[in-house]
C-alpha cells in the first residue's frame, strides 16, 4: 500500500510540472511547434508514468505471489506436525510400533488411513540409537536400510527435535529414495506425563513433494502456474522460484511460476489518444486496486482461519486457545473480574477409534465441538488442547457460573446420540474438570489444576463434573 501511495505521489507531482508548463509557454517563433512539443511532453510522460506504474506492478505481483507460496507451504508444514503430534502422544501407538511392532496395526492405523486422509506417504518409526522400527511407504510396509537414516541432513532433524520444546517436532525437507519430502520428526511423548519417553525413540512422518501434491496445493491456495522441478530438471532460470533446502542447506527442489509481465501485455493497447488513455488508465487503476485489496483480504482471512483453527473440528487450536486465554487472563487482571476454566475429555475415546476407526472418531469429536459450542457463550474461549481433550476459559464466570456449564455440557453430552458410520448410534459421555481463576496465577498454573480436577472426575467413575 506505500508502494501504491508513492506513485500517487509522483503523479501528481508530474500533473502539475505539465500544467505549470502549459500555464508559461517557452520562448517560440511559432504556437503550432509549441503546441505539438507540449503534446509529446504530456505524451511522453503519461506514457513513463503508464510504464512506471506497469513495472511497479511487476515487483509487487512477483513478491505477492512468492510470499503467497512460501505462507501456502508453511500452512501444509503446520498441518502435518499437527497430524504427527496426535500420534506421539498415542501410548497405543508407541506400543504398537515401537514396543511390540505390529505390522497388521500400523497399516490400518497409519498407513493407508493417513495416506488418503492426510496425504501423509511416509511413516517411521525408529530408535533413538536410528535404527528402523516400523516403516510404511505408501501405505504398505517396507524394508528400508539403517544407513538412510544415519545420514548428516536427517540426523540434523533428529537432534533438532531432541533440543527442541515440547512436543518436540521438527519439520524440514529431505529427499527419500531420489524424491524431495516435506518431512516432520517428534519424538514420541508419554501420554500422561507428557514428557518424552525414556527410552528417546522417534516417529516421522513425509509428505511426497511431486506434481499431484503441487497441483493440490496449486488449488487449494488459489495459487495459478504453480509447478514443481527437481533442481537438475532444466527449468529456465527467468522464471520465478522458491527453493526447497534441507538442512545442511542444499537445495533439493524449485517451486517454480512463469512471471507475468504486465508491460508487455497492456503496453500496447494503451497506444491510444492522450484523454482516452488517461481516462482508462484511471478506471482500470481504481478497479485493479479494489480488487486486490479485496482479493488479499479475503485470502489472508482465509489463511488465518487455516493456521489459528483446529482441521477437524473448526475451533481454535492449541495455539490460538493459549494467546486467545492470555490476553483475556491479562484483561480480566486489570479489570479485576473473574475467570473459569474447563478442562473435559471424552471418556473411553480410545475405545472407539480401536473399534470403530479414526474416522468414526473424527466424526464423534468434530460432534462433540459443536455441542459444546452451542453450550457455552459467545464470548468463551474454546479449544482443542489435545487429541480428545478440549479447554473453555469462562470469562466473567464465577465457580457456581462454571459448575453450571459444566454440568449442561456433561447432561447434553451423555443424552445426545452421535450419528455412526455402522448406523447404529453412538453413546458417549465426558468428564469435565473446574478451576477458578486466583486472580494472580498465569494460564498454565490454571490449566494444571483444571487438569487435575479432570483426573479426578475420571478417578471417581467418569461422566461427572469436579471442582479443583
Known amino acids: 500500500m506505500k508502494t501504491i501511495m508513492s506513485e500517487q505521489r509522483g503523479f501528481t507531482a508530474s500533473s502539475a510540472d505539465a500544467e505549470y508548463l502549459l500555464t508559461h509557454p517557452v520562448p517560440s517563433r511559432s504556437v503550432i511547434p509549441l503546441i505539438l512539443s507540449l503534446f509529446g511532453v504530456s505524451l511522453v510522460s503519461i506514457i513513463g508514468l503508464v510504464m512506471l506504474t506497469l513495472v511497479s506492478m511487476e515487483g509487487l505481483t512477483e513478491d505477492n505471489f512468492k510470499q503467497r507460496v512460501k505462507t501456502a507451504f508453511n500452512i501444509e508444514m503446520i498441518r502435518q506436525q499437527g497430524i504427527l503430534q496426535e500420534y506421539s502422544y498415542w501410548d497405543e501407538a508407541h506400543q504398537k510400533l515401537i514396543v511390540e511392532p505390529d505390522e497388521d496395526w500400523a497399516k490400518d492405523n497409519l498407513g493407508a488411513y493417513l495416506q488418503e486422509t492426510y496425504g501423509i506417504d511416509l511413516v517411521w518409526a525408529f530408535t533413538s540409537d536410528m535404527q528402523p522400527v516400523m516403516t510404511l511407504t505408501d501405505g504398505e510396509q517396507v524394508m528400508i536400510s539403517a544407513s538412510e537414516l544415519q545420514l548428516s541432513d536427517l540426523q540434523t532433524l533428529v537432534q533438532a527435535a531432541v533440543d527442541s520444546d515440547m512436543p518436540h517436532i521438527v519439520s524440514g525437507y529431505r529427499e527419500f529414495f531420489g524424491t524431495p519430502y516435506l518431512v516432520s520428526i517428534g519424538m514420541f511423548l508419554d501420554e500422561d506425563e507428557m514428557q518424552k519417553r525414556s527410552d528417546g525413540t522417534f516417529l516421522l512422518f513425509a509428505?511426497?513433494?511431486?506434481?499431484?501434491?503441487?497441483?493440490?496445493?496449486?488449488?487449494?491456495?488459489?495459487?495459478?502456474?504453480?509447478?514443481?522441478?527437481?533442481?537438475?530438471?532444466?527449468?529456465?532460470?527467468?522464471?520465478?522460484?522458491?527453493?526447497?533446502?534441507?538442512?545442511?542447506?542444499?537445495?533439493?527442489?524449485?517451486?517454480?511460476?512463469?512471471?507475468?509481465?504486465?508491460?508487455?501485455?497492456?503496453?500496447?493497447?494503451?497506444?491510444?489518444?492522450?484523454?482516452?488513455?488517461?481516462?482508462?488508465?484511471?478506471?482500470?487503476?481504481?478497479?485493479?486496486?479494489?480488487?486486490?485489496?479485496?482479493?488479499?483480504?479475503?485470502?489472508?482471512?482465509?489463511?488465518?482461519?487455516?493456521?489459528?483453527?483446529?482441521?477437524?473440528?473448526?475451533?481454535?487450536?492449541?495455539?490460538?486457545?493459549?494467546?486467545?486465554?492470555?490476553?483475556?487472563?491479562?484483561?480480566?487482571?486489570?479489570?479485576?473480574?473473574?475467570?473459569?476454566?474447563?478442562?473435559?475429555?471424552?471418556?473411553?475415546?480410545?475405545?472407539?477409534?480401536?473399534?470403530?476407526?479414526?474416522?468414526?472418531?473424527?466424526?464423534?469429536?468434530?460432534?462433540?465441538?459443536?455441542?459444546?459450542?452451542?453450550?457455552?457463550?459467545?464470548?468463551?474461549?474454546?479449544?482443542?488442547?489435545?487429541?480428545?481433550?478440549?479447554?473453555?476459559?469462562?470469562?466473567?464466570?464465577?465457580?457456581?457460573?462454571?459448575?453450571?456449564?459444566?454440568?449442561?455440557?456433561?447432561?447434553?453430552?451423555?443424552?445426545?446420540?452421535?450419528?455412526?458410520?455402522?448406523?447404529?448410534?453412538?453413546?458417549?459421555?465426558?468428564?469435565?474438570?473446574?478451576?477458578?481463576?486466583?486472580?494472580?496465577?498465569?494460564?498454565?498454573?490454571?490449566?494444571?489444576?483444571?487438569?487435575?480436577?479432570?483426573?479426578?472426575?475420571?478417578?471417581?467413575?467418569?461422566?461427572?463434573?469436579?471442582?479443583?
Open 207 to 468: 509428505y511426497r513433494l511431486d506434481d499431484h501434491k503441487i497441483q493440490r496445493v496449486r488449488d487449494e491456495y488459489l495459487l495459478p502456474g504453480l509447478r514443481f522441478s527437481t533442481v537438475n530438471n532444466g527449468e529456465q532460470s527467468d522464471s520465478a522460484k522458491v527453493s526447497l533446502y534441507n538442512s545442511q542447506g542444499v537445495s533439493l527442489a524449485n517451486l517454480n511460476w512463469d512471471t507475468v509481465s504486465p508491460s508487455d501485455k497492456y503496453f500496447v493497447r494503451l497506444l491510444l489518444p492522450v484523454v482516452l488513455i488517461f481516462i482508462v488508465m484511471a478506471l482500470l487503476t481504481w478497479r485493479l486496486l479494489v480488487g486486490e485489496y479485496a482479493n488479499r483480504q479475503l485470502y489472508s482471512s482465509h489463511l488465518i482461519d487455516m493456521a489459528t483453527k483446529d482441521f477437524l473440528t473448526n475451533i481454535s487450536n492449541r495455539r490460538e486457545f493459549y494467546l486467545r486465554a492470555n490476553h483475556e487472563i491479562s484483561r480480566s487482571h486489570r479489570e479485576q473480574t473473574s475467570l473459569a476454566l474447563l478442562m473435559m475429555d471424552l471418556d473411553h475415546f480410545k475405545k472407539i477409534n480401536d473399534s470403530l476407526g479414526h474416522s468414526a472418531g473424527d466424526d464423534v469429536l468434530a460432534e462433540f465441538a459443536r455441542l459444546v459450542q452451542e453450550n457455552i457463550r459467545e464470548f468463551d474461549i474454546f479449544g482443542r488442547v489435545g487429541g480428545e481433550e478440549f479447554a473453555v476459559l469462562l470469562v466473567a464466570a464465577d465457580l457456581a457460573k462454571a459448575e453450571e456449564i459444566g454440568e449442561r455440557i456433561r447432561r447434553v453430552i451423555g443424552e445426545y446420540a452421535f450419528p455412526s458410520l455402522s448406523g447404529s448410534p453412538l453413546q458417549c459421555t465426558v468428564s469435565v474438570g473446574v478451576a477458578v481463576w486466583d486472580g494472580e496465577e498465569a494460564l498454565d498454573r490454571l490449566m494444571v489444576r483444571s487438569d487435575e480436577a479432570l483426573y479426578t472426575a475420571k478417578d471417581n467413575g467418569r461422566n461427572r463434573v469436579s471442582v479443583a
